[in-house]
């Protein structure tokens, strides 16, 4: 039986990661994730829960990393200047193989920038996200009902693979507030963990939790040994959803609050008779490739649309290997792409199509 309920974005990423069984979570206030942190505070002591507010966003990922090395379901959460100061954190995570969850609700920037929504963030979030060589799963919901279930289904994966999962929302999509179904969701519970640090019980030696290697050769082959589980990752777990690209000739590839957008653009243009279809990225990392390569075979021309100057674009370019030609339709600084906009966009690629027949 349903159970929907009117929340937030913001309100939905803290119910779903509750109901993953997140009992941990560490973080600090700033425009416009602070809902997330201020929903742990009301909710988490009530079931025997963690919240505490950090004196910085480098001590609240620090935090986490604590938590999770004691096999804890943890989380934090940012906004785009916040998330910066993690980085090392995040690394650090990473360089010990703690499974974790990390939430960036985005604002413009660089510097403080403003607090209107953005997706400037997503170099960050999916290639230079700290030092070293590592990645993080990126998941990017869509809608307030996605906020949860990509929170829930985070915690799953972040044990599974080991690895940090991140949900890359933006500011839209955290204040937003629409319809949530939590019925299908019952409570996680966190898989064996028998590296975690939890104490011997005199029953076997201690564990170590630890990112340092002084020899390189051990250091490259851990390296590497990870790597191996990232190419499963690409293999198994990568997500999309496409909208009318059966018959496609052109492909808009928008993820988060510009899908929706894009939805409605594409609407319109087909109303127009102009084939035009979406494709949505779920996984940012890893990207959906394999979709967009098969895509390109029929397709004749692709619309990158997001709200940063064309982080996205290159990514699109690479997965078909520069094939067709990949326009790009952006707006930054805290400003939304409107339907109009996108499907003005879509009109010019309807002539580069003709032309290319």
Known sequence: MANKVLMKGNEAIAEGAILAGCRHYFGYPITPQTEIAAYMAKKLPKIQGTFLQAESEVAAINMVIGAAAAGKRAMTSSSSPGFSLKSEGLSYLAGCDLPAVVVNVQRGGPGLGGIQPSQADYYHATKSTGHGDFHMLVLAPNSVQEMLDCAFDAFDLADKYRLTVAILSDGTLGQMMEPVDTATKESGHAIEKPWALTGTQGKRLPNLVNSLYLMPEELEATVIERYKRYALLSEKEVRCEEYFTKDADIVVVAYGITSRVAQNAIDIARKEGIKAGLLRPITLWPFPVKQLMDLAQKASVFIAAELSMGQMAG????????????????????????PEELLQKIREATTLHEQTE
């Open 315 to 338: 990514d699109v370019e690479l997965a078909i290997r520069c094939q067709k030609p990949v326009l790009r339709c952006n707006r930054t600084g805290g400003m939304i792409i409107t």
